[in-house]
Structures are given as C-alpha cells and as structure tokens.
C-alpha cells in the first residue's frame, strides 16, 4: 500500500490522495465494522475504482476537535436517517460516489454521540454541485479554491434534510468517533506515503536539473553547497521512508497507531523542507509554474495540515503517548 501510495504522489499528490487515501479510509471502517451487505454493495466496487470515494468529518467550526462536530443525523419512524448541517473541506465530493460521513446521532455531547454513514451519491464533474433526492433532501457542494493540491477539488458540502437508508449505517450508532479514529490511523501512514512520494519526484527533479543547469562553468550539482543540499534531501527522504515502513510493519501485527501519527508528522514536514531546497536550486525555474516543483512546493505544504494537524498530532497523540510511556518506565 505504501509503495504504490509514494508512487502516485510522485506523479501527483491528488492522485495518491484521490485513489488510496480516501477509499483505504472507508475500506478500513467497513472491514472492521461493516454488515456482510455492506461489504458486499460497496468492496467490489471501490476495490475496482469504480466507486470513488469522499471522507467528510471536518466542519465550518470543528476540524481537529473532531469530537465537539454538529452536523446532524435524525432518526426517523421507518428506520432511515435526516442528516442536516454542513462539512467543510470534504476533498472529492464532487466526483466521488460514496461520501463517508461521520455526524452526531445521539444527545451526548463530545465522542459518544457520533455515527458513521455512507452516504451514496451521483458522480458529479466541476466545482458546484446540487444532489436533489426523491424524498425531498439535498446536498449542495461548492469547491474551496485552495493555494495547491489543484488535482482534485476539496469542497464545503451542506445537507438539509437529506435522507440516508438505515443500512447507511456503519457498525453501532454512537460509536463513530472510535471507528473514524481507527480508520484515520491507517490514513496517516498513507499520508506519510504521499510525503514520500512527492519528496521522492521533488529529488528525482533536483537531481537531473541540477545535472544538466550550468552555473559559474559547471552544473549546479558539482559546486559543493548544492551537492550538501542534495545529499540533505536524499537523507530526509530515506529517513521518511523507513520511519513509514516501520510504522505499518507495526500496523500490520496490529499495532502502530502512534508510530502513524509519528511518521506522518515527520514526513510531511520533511516534505516541506525538501521541496523547498529543491524550489532553490531549480533557482527562478523553481518559482514558474512552468516546472513541477513549484507545484510539489505548494502540495506539500497541505500535508502538516490535513488528517491531523502537526501540533495536535505532537501534543495530543504523539506526547500523550510519550507520557504514558516516561510514566510507565518510572514505575518500573
Ligand atoms: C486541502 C485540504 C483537504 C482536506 N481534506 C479533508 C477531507 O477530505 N475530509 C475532512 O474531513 N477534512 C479534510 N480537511 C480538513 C483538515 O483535516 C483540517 O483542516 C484539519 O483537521 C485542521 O482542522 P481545522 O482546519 O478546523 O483547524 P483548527 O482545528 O481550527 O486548528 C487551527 C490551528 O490550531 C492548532 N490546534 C488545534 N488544536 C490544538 C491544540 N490542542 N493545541 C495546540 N494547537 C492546536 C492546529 O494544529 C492548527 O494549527 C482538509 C483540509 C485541507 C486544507
């Protein structure tokens, strides 16, 4: 998974994004929580790709406090679910079939009142879209112009009475929050992968330009401060990589879901150092839209952002974690 993740972001970060990331997302949740009839209508269907897939948690108010989120879900006398409220930054809603969506089912405030649905949609093209439904619901969809990450389009989405089936749920009601958190696990070792891999076209990039571009009679690769530069970029590459291949060894018996958040924070801020030495030694080609590495400037910036800011990553995740583990060794 994590190979072809790095190489699809080394073509484009909204490929990998697009293709993998979203779909590993929900494939994790049914896997772990889906009815046999779940997995049957959707699996076959993303596995193939002819399902794609849209994860809509954030909100307008709420992004990293994913427990405090209001977007709303109703249950009716027929057994199906009123969703109402709105999503924001929901990247591939417009082309995407299945939106995973986590709202608030139940009266508790904070984790224990969150649910999670697949909510079945057409594939639309463009950056507006109006989903009209028999019994009268509708999801809206606008696209958030954003600084990169232009492969796909991330959207604010708005559901007013929109109605789900009641085999839309997924696992028990009100366990969502535990559900989503699980499934994010997985999405963050993919998001490492992603920074890997636009690290790895950023390198590949650097090496044949700075190769070929003379400066003061020689390629920019041979005056020594370039090649250190290069060298630094190939070790926060490598060190990525491994930290990542680490982590999902871990999660594969089972484990890892902080070594996740661990590699995904490192990698996606090596990712913005690496392409920024790679932008500086393409020189005022770095800086045109004319070659790529402005483009894997840009992206990379989005990766310290999404599925789980840095800063709460490091103190909510990754310290806890280290807490717990000083704690632990000052007992012994
Ligand atoms: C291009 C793009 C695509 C996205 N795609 C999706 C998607 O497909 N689905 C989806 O659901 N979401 C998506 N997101 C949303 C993304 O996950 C959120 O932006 C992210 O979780 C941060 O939430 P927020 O924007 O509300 O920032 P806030 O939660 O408002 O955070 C603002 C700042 O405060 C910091 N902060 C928060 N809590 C703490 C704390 N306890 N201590 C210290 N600092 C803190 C954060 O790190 C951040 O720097 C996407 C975002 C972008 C930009």
């Excluded at 930054?89 to 649905?117: D, I, K, N, Q, Y």
């Excluded at 909510?119 to 463009?126: H, I, N, V």
């Excluded at 490192?266 to 030495?277: N, P």
Aim: proline share 3%; aromatic share 8%.
């Amino acid at each position: 998974m994590l190979i072809g993740t790095e190489e699809m972001a080394a073509g484009s970060l909204a490929v990998g994004g697009s293709l993998m990331t979203r779909p590993e997302i929900l494939v994790r949740a049914l896997l772990s929580a889906g009815t046999e009839e779940q997995k049957r209508r959707w699996l076959p269907g993303i596995a193939s790709g002819e399902l794609l897939v849209a994860v809509a948690v954030s909100e307008p108010d709420f992004g990293s406090d994913v427990a405090a989120l209001q977007c709303r879900a109703t249950s009716q006398p027929d057994g199906s679910w009123l969703v109402n409220g709105a999503k924001l930054w929901c990247t591939f809603a417009g082309r995407a079939h299945l939106v995973m969506l986590l709202c608030r089912t139940g009266g508790e405030p904070g984790h224990r009142g969150l649910s999670v649905f697949v909510a079945e949609k057409p594939s639309r093209l463009g950056h507006d879209f109006e989903h009209r439904i028999d019994s009268g619901g509708v999801l809206r969809g606008h696209a958030i112009p954003t600084l990169g990450y232009r492969g796909l389009h991330t959207f604010e989405l708005v559901f007013e009475d929109y109605r789900l089936p009641g085999s839309a749920l997924v696992g028990e009601q009100g366990r969502g929050f535990y559900l989503q958190m699980e499934s994010f696990a997985t999405g963050r070792l993919q998001t490492a992968a992603r920074a890997v891999g636009v690290m790895q076209a950023a390198l590949r990039d650097t090496l044949a330009y700075t190769a070929q571009r003379r400066v003061f009679g020689r390629p920019v690769a041979e005056h020594e401060l370039a090649r250190a530069m290069l060298g630094r970029m190939g070790v926060r590459l490598h060190a990525s990589r491994q930290l990542s291949f680490a982590a999902a060894r871990l999660h594969d018996q089972g484990g890892g879901q902080v070594e996740a958040s661990l590699a995904k924070l490192y990698a996606s801020r090596m990712a913005e150092y690496v392409t920024r030495d790679a932008m500086q030694l393409f020189g005022g080609m770095g800086y045109g839209e004319e070659t790529d590495v402005s483009r894997y400037f840009v992206d990379a910036r989005v990766l310290a952002i999404f599925e789980g800011a840095e800063e709460v990553l490091a103190l909510r995740v990754i310290g806890r974690s280290l807490e717990k583990a000083g704690d632990e060794m000052r007992k012994r």
